[in-house]
């Protein structure tokens, strides 16, 4: 299909040049073109602002087409007739006479479907606009008059808040911290409440938030907590911010251990690192007191499986240390087997957690879950392939000694 521009409605004109038309919107002069389209009720600014959030149409950025005013805009062919358009010329395959389609500009197309819509609207709720408070009117029609063509509020939502309007209005003077969406809300879903059944609401609401408030805060994203300091919650949100949670964590603890306790729990860095560390306060502590449970059972099944080899707890050893914090990934039969390698590495001077000492942990948890052996026979595997590791680097060294 090819396209060719037959006319441009009302040609520029001395006459025209000389029109005092102001924009609907912002009052400046209505003059210039975009897509060749020449401006009729908005300024080119105002067209371009509100064009810059929405998807093009028929390929164009600033214009639609007539069918598409029609059908998707629902606008009129009165309406259209208010503007000038564009008239281009489209050849299509098999057809003999050429096609002529009218292109407007989409911010005036979307502003005379607004005016229509708003005039349905109008007699429907039978009042002016105008005279609602901005704010109210903002929750009362929503988006019903700035979406395009799709928008999230209904007209019957409309119809249903307009119902509700003057119980909306005396509770929102009465409580002048009330978000009016949600007292249109209440108004809404509770037929014939008024103030003070949302009075006994609100009180109960902030029980609610007294007792889970924290929880409720830690849930937030960052951007909406900081968008608390503009409302009624501001206090409670700067309470909140400075609040002592260490203090706080160990108020929830002490209804479980003794102050001595509390003291080691605290200081014990196995739990810092959990997803649940940052949590609210009262939940971080319901988790610590379960895991500092598990943390003393695991301590007692390691201290009873090591007395059984003839062994004693190890003061430091990163491999019981993750164990009983729950976090490793060897069995208990294997952090018993590794204590084991330790002590007798250790007496050759070699450190468990070097290299030497990796290769024979390798080789020890080989044995016990491949080869199935027992604790002594892998222990001695795993001794004997530390110690070969140290005798073939000792070589190596011995050999760039030579070249030397």
Known sequence: ??????????????????????????????????????????????????????????????????????????????????????????????????????????????????????????????????????VVRHFLIGDYLTEMTQCKTTFESIKERRCVLRRVKNILEACKVAHPEAVFEFCVNNPGAGLTRFLNLKRKMQQVF???????????????????????????????????????????????????????????????????????????????????????????????????????LPTECSYCESYLNGVGDYALKEVVAIVDLQRRLKKKGIEISGPRGDAGIGELTRCMNRLELGHYVSVSRGFDVAVKYIESESEEDDDDADIF
């Open 1 to 134: 299909m090819q396209c060719g521009v037959l006319s441009v409605e009302s040609p520029t004109t001395p006459e025209n040049r000389q029109s005092t038309v102001e924009c609907v919107i912002c009052g400046q002069p209505v003059e210039g073109r975009l897509e060749y389209v020449r401006v009729t009720l908005l300024c080119v600014r105002c067209c371009l602002s509100r064009c810059k959030n929405d998807e093009g149409c028929n390929g164009c950025l600033y214009s639609v087409s007539k069918t598409y005013a029609l059908e998707e805009c629902g606008c009129s062919e009165d309406d259209l007739a208010r503007l000038k358009h564009l008239s281009l010329a489209a050849m299509s395959d098999g057809s003999k006479e050429p096609q002529v389609m009218c292109m407007y500009l989409r911010a005036e197309v979307w502003y005379l479907r607004n005016l229509r819509r708003k005039k349905k609207l109008e007699e429907t709720l039978c009042f002016a606009l105008k005279d609602v408070d901005p």
């Open 210 to 312: 007294q007792l889970e408030g924290p929880r409720i805060l830690h849930e937030l994203p960052k951007d909406d907590l900081e968008r608390l300091n503009e409302g009624p919650l501001a206090d409670v949100y700067e309470e909140f911010k400075n609040r002592d949670t260490t203090a706080l964590l160990r108020g929830y603890l002490t209804n479980w251990f003794s102050k001595a306790i509390v003291d080691k729990i605290m200081t014990d860095p196995g739990w810092k690192s959990r997803s649940w560390a940052k949590g609210p306060e009262d939940r971080v502590a319901s988790e610590l007191k379960a895991f500092w449970k598990g943390k003393l059972e695991r301590r007692a099944k390691l201290k009873a499986a090591l007395k059984q080899k003839w062994l004693s």
